[in-house]
């Protein structure tokens, strides 16, 4: 199948996505190159500070990068734990009073697990589709190395997914509910930094580049 992932996401504010892939097979240099291209207002929560690296917001006035490692360097290590969550909180807060966005969040696993998840991320997750106006809301945009770290709750929310290299059966097992045995049959094999983008029957095969670019096939 030819074509772009875009001409099957039809409201990016309703319709969630999320990468997934172990380090190293380009699940990050794909989502910097595709927030680099969009003109869409997101708020950007930059884990580990990688994203902060790759690309620069092309409307700074209605997008921004939050790097929670940068914002609070100055942060004694034994209480950072705790000044992290009070920041993501009130950026979660911030983002769903405002609405009408993107939210992304890199290595989603570090705030939840399958049994817990942070409350705050939750409310994105749930109810960030009804924030904002009527055909806007809080679209959700999240990346993981390990999908049975990944709460359910965000799974099962998720409408379209960027499939890297997985090979871990425990991993494969978490995403038999929420994907076809075809497309599961295929992650195992997927060659470095080549993809598939998975959205209900609609299967597409694509190779990013490493260095911000991707090309679809």
């Not at 997008?63 to 969550?85: A, T």
């Not at 809301?137 to 709750?153: C, D, K, L």
Request: aromatic share 12%; charged share 20%.
């Amino acid at each position: 199948m030819k074509g772009s992932p875009d001409a099957f996401i039809n409201n990016v504010y309703k319709e969630n996505q999320f990468y997934l892939g172990i380090r190293q097979t380009g699940k990050t240099n794909a989502l910097a190159y595709n927030m680099s291209r969009t003109t869409v207002p997101y708020t950007v929560w930059d884990t580990a500070g990688a994203l902060s690296k790759l690309y620069r917001p092309l409307n700074p006035k209605t997008q921004r990068i939050i790097n929670p490692k940068q914002r609070l360097k100055h942060i004694p290590r034994k209480l950072y734990p705790e000044y992290e969550l009070d920041l993501l909180h009130k950026t979660c807060e911030s983002v769903l009073a405002v609405g009408d966005q993107l939210f992304v969040m890199d290595e989603v696993q570090q705030y939840c697990t399958k049994a817990t998840i942070d409350p705050f991320l939750e409310d994105i997750i749930t109810v960030g589709g009804n924030s904002g106006s009527e055909n806007g809301g809080v679209g959700f945009i999240g990346t993981s190395q390990t999908p049975r770290q990944v709460n359910n709750v965000i799974l099962a929310n998720i409408r379209h997914f960027w499939l890297f290299f997985i090979w871990l059966e425990q991993d494969l097992d978490w995403l038999k509910s929420v994907l076809n045995k075809d497309v599961l049959k295929e992650l195992p094999v997927l060659p470095p930094y080549h993809y598939l983008f998975a959205s209900g029957r609609e299967v597409l095969f694509g190779s990013p580049v490493k260095k911000m670019g991707l090309t679809y096939a």
